[in-house]
C-alpha cells in the first residue's frame, strides 16, 4: 500500500507560477504511471499530467500543453508539477495518483488509478 501526500499548492496572481510535489511513502517506480489531476469547484475531477515512472516524458492535457512540467525522482520517491504562466482557470484542488497495474491506454483517466493523496489546493487570481 502507497500513500501520497501532496505539498505546494498556495495562492497566486495569474501568469505566476508553483510548483507541487507528491511524496510517496514507498517506492513508486513499480507504480508504472503517476499522474496529477484537478478538481475546480462543482466540476469532475479532470486529468492534469501523467509519467511513466522512471522513463519520461510527460503526457499532458491539452489545456496545459507548454506551462505545466511533470517529472518524477525515482530516488526521492516524489511527483513533481511545475505549473507556469496560470490562469484562474488553474484553480482547483490538485491531486496525486498512482497506478496499481501498466496503463495502456487512457493515461489521464482516473478510473486507471488506484492509489490517491489528499490533494492541494491551486488559488489563481485574475
Known amino acids: 500500500h502507497v500513500q501520497l501526500v501532496e505539498s505546494g499548492g498556495g495562492s497566486v496572481q495569474a501568469g505566476g507560477s508553483l510548483r507541487l510535489s507528491c511524496a510517496a511513502s514507498?517506492?513508486?517506480?513499480?507504480?508504472?504511471?503517476m499522474a496529477w489531476f484537478r478538481q475546480a469547484p462543482g466540476k469532475g475531477r479532470e486529468g492534469v499530467a501523467t509519467i511513466r515512472t522512471g522513463r519520461g516524458p510527460g503526457y499532458y492535457a491539452d489545456s496545459v500543453k507548454g506551462r505545466f512540467t511533470v517529472s518524477h525522482d525515482t530516488t526521492k520517491n516524489t511527483l513533481y508539477l511545475r505549473m507556469g504562466s496560470l490562469k484562474p482557470e488553474d484553480t482547483g484542488m490538485y491531486y496525486c495518483?498512482?497506478?496499481?497495474?501498466?496503463?495502456?491506454?487512457?493515461?489521464?483517466?482516473?478510473?486507471?488509478?488506484?492509489?490517491w493523496g489528499q490533494g492541494t489546493q491551486v488559488t489563481v487570481s485574475s
Open positions: 514507498a517506492s513508486t517506480y513499480d507504480h508504472y504511471c
Open positions: 495518483a498512482a497506478a496499481a497495474r501498466p496503463i495502456w491506454s487512457g493515461f489521464l483517466n482516473q478510473m486507471n488509478y488506484f492509489y
